[in-house]
C-alpha cells in the first residue's frame, strides 16, 4: 500500500505545547514541523491511532494556500480552495489516524483570522462549508444565528493569519479535551489536557502508588491511569459529592476514592511514590476541614506520605506556595507557567533534594 505523508495540527493549553510535541514524538511515528502559539504543525505516514490526551484538538490539514485579500470579493479563492480539497484522501487519512469514517451527519466549519477584512467569519464558514457540505454530499450547518452545531457533524477549521489561508478537518469526531469518562464534574475540575500533561511529567512506572489527595472529580487519577496502567491509584476529598463524582467518573477503572482531610490523611509516613494534585486554593473552591486558613497542613501532609525518591506535580495558582514547599523540604525542580481559562497558574514539579555526591578530588 502507498503511504502519504500527513500533515496535522495538534492544539493545545498554553504552556503546554512542549509536552505536546514530547507526546507527539514518543507515538514513534510522526516529526515535528513547527511549535507555535497553542499549537504544534506535525507530519505522520503511519496509518496509527493518535490519541494525544495532551491536546486540546488534533486536526488534518486539509488544504493550505496564501492568504487572501481583504474585500468580499476575494473569498471566492476560499470556496476554490474548498473545492481543491482532496476529500477521499482526507477521509482515508482521518480513518488511518483513527477518526470516525466519512464527514459524518453533516458539515460545520470554524473560521478565524488576523488582520481588518470586509467580511465576517460567517461569511467565510458560509463559503467554505456551504461548498464542502455540497461535495460531501451531507447537510451544513451555519454558526451565524448562534446554534451550536448538532453533534456527529465533521468539524473543520479555517484559520487566516495574513500569510496563510488553512483550512483543517478534526480527526475525531468531537474535540480531543473532551473525554468519555468525564460524565460527572464539580466546581474547579481540571482540563483533561492538564491533568494528562501533569501525569506524564510524573514519569509513572506501574506498581508506584499514586495519591491525590483533593482528588474532586477524579481527573488526575484518572488520566494517570490512562498514562501509565498499573499503577495503585489513591483519591480523597472532604467533600462527599466530589467523592461520588471520582468514583463515578471512573466507573471500573481501579481508583479508590475514599472521603478523607488533606490536612491529616489517613496514610502511614512515606506511603507513596507520586503525587498528583491541584489543590482547593483557586478562586472557584474553598479549602475546607483542616486546610481551611492553613495552607502548610497540606505541605506538611504532603512532604510525609512521600517516599524519599517520590516526585509530586502540582497544579498552583501563584508562586506563594513555593515557599510552602522549601519550608517542608521539597525542592521545585521544574516550574511551567499555563494560562488557563484567563488565570496564569504554574505547573511545578518537586522532590526531595538528593544528597550531593562527595568529590573523590582532593
Ligand atoms: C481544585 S479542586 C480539585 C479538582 C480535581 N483535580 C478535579 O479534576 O476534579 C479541589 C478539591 O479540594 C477539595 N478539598 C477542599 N478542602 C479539602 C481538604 N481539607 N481535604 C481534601 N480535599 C479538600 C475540594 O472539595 C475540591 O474537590
Not at 457533524?153 to 473525554?179: F, Q
Not at 473552591?285 to 506520605?305: F, I, T
Request: net charge positive; proline share 7%; hydrophobic share 40%.
Amino acid at each position: 500500500m502507498r503511504t502519504r505523508r500527513v500533515f496535522l495540527v495538534a492544539r493545545c493549553v498554553r504552556g503546554l505545547e512542549p509536552a505536546l510535541a514530547t507526546e507527539i514524538l514518543r507515538t514513534g511515528s510522526a516529526t515535528i514541523d513547527r511549535i507555535g502559539h497553542r499549537e504544534v504543525g506535525f507530519r505522520t505516514d503511519d496509518h496509527h491511532d493518535l490519541r494525544l490526551r495532551t491536546a486540546d484538538d488534533v486536526f488534518l490539514l486539509a488544504h493550505r494556500r496564501d492568504d487572501i485579500g481583504p474585500h468580499k470579493r476575494d473569498l471566492a479563492a476560499l470556496a476554490e480552495m474548498a473545492r481543491a480539497v482532496d476529500l477521499d484522501a482526507l477521509a482515508r487519512a482521518r480513518r488511518a489516524h483513527g477518526g470516525p469514517p466519512g464527514f459524518g451527519g453533516g458539515v460545520e466549519i470554524s473560521a478565524s483570522f488576523l488582520g481588518r477584512r470586509t467580511y465576517s467569519r460567517y461569511d467565510i464558514e458560509d463559503g467554505v462549508g456551504r461548498v464542502l457540505a455540497e461535495r460531501a454530499g451531507l447537510p451544513y450547518h451555519t454558526r451565524r444565528h448562534g446554534d451550536p452545531p448538532p453533534p456527529g457533524h465533521s468539524g473543520w477549521r479555517l484559520t487566516l493569519d495574513g500569510t496563510h489561508a488553512c483550512l483543517l478537518l478534526r480527526l475525531g469526531h468531537r474535540p480531543a479535551h473532551r473525554r468519555a469518562y468525564k460524565n460527572t464534574t464539580i466546581a474547579g475540575t481540571l482540563h483533561p489536557p492538564v491533568a494528562a500533561a501533569m501525569a506524564q511529567a510524573a514519569e509513572l512506572r506501574p506498581g508506584q502508588r499514586v495519591l491525590d489527595p483533593c482528588c474532586g472529580a477524579g481527573t488526575l487519577l484518572i488520566e494517570a491511569h490512562h498514562t501509565v496502567p498499573g499503577t495503585t491509584l489513591l483519591g480523597f476529598d472532604v467533600d462527599p459529592v466530589a467523592c461520588q463524582a471520582a468514583r463515578r467518573n471512573a466507573g471500573p477503572l481501579p481508583v479508590t476514592v475514599g472521603h478523607g482531610d488533606a490536612g491529616a490523611l489517613p496514610l502511614a509516613d512515606r506511603a507513596v511514590d507520586r503525587v498528583l494534585c491541584n489543590p482547593p486554593w483557586g478562586a472557584q473552591v474553598d479549602a475546607a476541614g483542616r486546610l481551611a486558613g492553613h495552607p502548610e497542613r497540606w505541605w506538611h501532609e504532603l512532604a510525609r506520605v512521600l517516599t524519599d525518591e517520590g516526585r509530586a506535580i502540582v497544579l498552583l495558582p501563584e508562586a506563594g506556595g513555593l515557599g510552602h514547599a522549601l519550608a517542608v523540604g521539597l525542592a521545585p525542580v521544574q516550574v511551567r507557567q499555563l494560562s488557563l481559562f484567563g488565570s496564569r497558574p504554574l505547573l511545578v514539579h518537586l522532590e526531595r533534594p538528593r544528597p550531593r555526591r562527595r568529590s573523590s578530588g582532593r
